[in-house]
C-alpha cells in the first residue's frame, strides 16, 4: 500500500490546520472523529489517518452506517453464526474481524441505531465482538476512525446518542472547515479539476477559466463543497465547445432547465422558498463583487457589462437567445452589447 498516495488540493490555513492535526493524531493508537458538512473529505482524512499510523500496511475496512437498514448493521459489524436470523445460510465474519490489525472507518457514525451503539461500546472498550447468534466472544485489534456531519453532543442531549460512546471515541476531534471558509481554495482546486478534465477528454491544453466562470466560481456558496466543486467543474470543462478559448460558462445546478417549469410548479413550497432565497443570495453576492467603487455611473456601466457576460455565455453565445433571455429586442441587444464592446 503506498503510504503518499493520499492528495490534498488546497492552500487555507483553516484545511491545512486540519490536515496537520489529522497526521499528528495518524501515529497514536486512539479512535478519532471526523466531523464535516457533506462533501468535505472525511474520507480522505481516515485515509491519511490510517496510512500515517503503524497499521499502514493492515486492512483499512469501511462501513457507511447510513447505507444499512438497522436490522442489518449490527450483523454487518459483528458478523454471524450459521442460523442466527432468516437468510443466514452460513456464518460470516463482521467488518470488525475483517479490519482487525488495522483501521475500520465508520462513516455517518450519527445513523447508528442506539441497539448498535451498545455493542459498539463495548467492541471499543474491550476490543473485544461476538457475532450474533455466538456466545463466545472473539479478540480483535481495531483502531476506530468515525465520521459524521452531525452535532454529536447535542444529539447525546436528545437521548440519540450514547455519551459513554462518544467518550470513547472523542480522543481527537478532527473539524474539516467547509469550502466557502477556505480562502483562495475554490481557485486552485477549480485549476486543479479543470486540467485533470481537459487532459481527460485529450484537450491539447488548458485555457483556464474565463473572467465570468471565475466569478462565479469564486462567489457560489458550495453547500456541497469539494465534491460539488468537482461536478461542477469536469461538468463545465466537457460542456464548452472550444477548447482554444477560457471556460466561461458554469452550471451549478445539472437540473435546471427551462422546461422543468411543470416539475417546478408542483414542488412544495417551502423548497420553491429555499430555491428562491439561495437565488437572491447568490445575486447579492455577485452584485458585492460588481459593485465596488464610489463612483455609481462607473458601478452602474461594471454591473451592466457582467450582466450581459454572463448571459451572453449562458446562451453560448447566441444573440437572439440572449436578447429574449433579457427580455430585449435584438435592436436593443445588439446597441446595449455595442456600448459596452461587446460585438465580436
Known sequence: MDRDNIQFIGQSSAFLDAVERASRAAPLNRPVLVVGERGTGKELIAERLHRLSSRWDGPLVTINCAALPETLIEAELFGHEAGAFTGATRAREGRFEEADGGTLFLDELGTLSMGAQERLLRAVEYGEVTRIGSSRPMRVDV??????????????????????????????????????????????????????????????????????????????????????????????????????????????????????????????????????????????????????????????????????????????????????????????????????????
Not at 276 to 295: H, I
Request: aromatic share 10%; proline share 5%; glycine share 4%.
Open 143 to 344: 483502531r476506530i476512525v468515525a465520521a459524521t456531519n452531525e452535532h454529536l453532543p447535542h444529539m447525546v442531549e436528545k437521548g440519540r446518542f450514547r455519551a459513554d460512546l462518544l467518550d470513547r471515541l472523542c480522543f481527537e476531534v478532527i473539524t474539516l472547515p467547509p469550502l466557502r471558509v477556505r480562502e483562495g481554495d475554490v481557485e486552485v482546486l477549480s485549476e486543479y479539476y479543470g486540467r485533470k478534465m481537459a487532459a481527460e477528454l485529450e484537450w491539447e491544453g488548458w485555457p483556464g477559466f474565463g473572467e465570468i466562470a471565475t466569478r462565479a466560481l469564486e462567489n457560489h456558496l458550495w453547500p456541497g463543497n469539494v465534491r460539488e466543486l468537482r461536478n461542477v467543474v469536469e461538468r463545465a470543462v466537457y460542456r464548452w465547445a472550444d477548447p482554444s478559448q477560457p471556460v466561461d460558462y458554469i452550471q451549478f445546478d445539472p437540473f435546471d432547465s427551462p422546461w422543468r417549469g411543470g416539475i417546478a410548479a408542483s414542488a412544495p413550497a417551502q423548497t420553491q422558498a429555499d430555491n428562491q432565497n439561495a437565488a437572491e443570495t447568490r445575486f447579492s453576492t455577485d452584485l458585492s463583487q460588481a459593485v465596488d467603487v464610489t463612483d455609481f455611473r462607473e458601478a452602474t456601466e461594471r454591473f451592466e457589462k457582467a450582466v450581459l457576460e454572463q448571459a451572453l455565455a449562458k446562451s453560448r453565445y447566441n444573440q437572439r437567445q440572449t436578447a429574449k433571455a433579457l427580455n430585449l429586442s435584438y435592436d436593443q441587444l445588439r446597441h446595449t452589447l455595442k456600448k459596452h464592446d461587446l460585438l465580436g
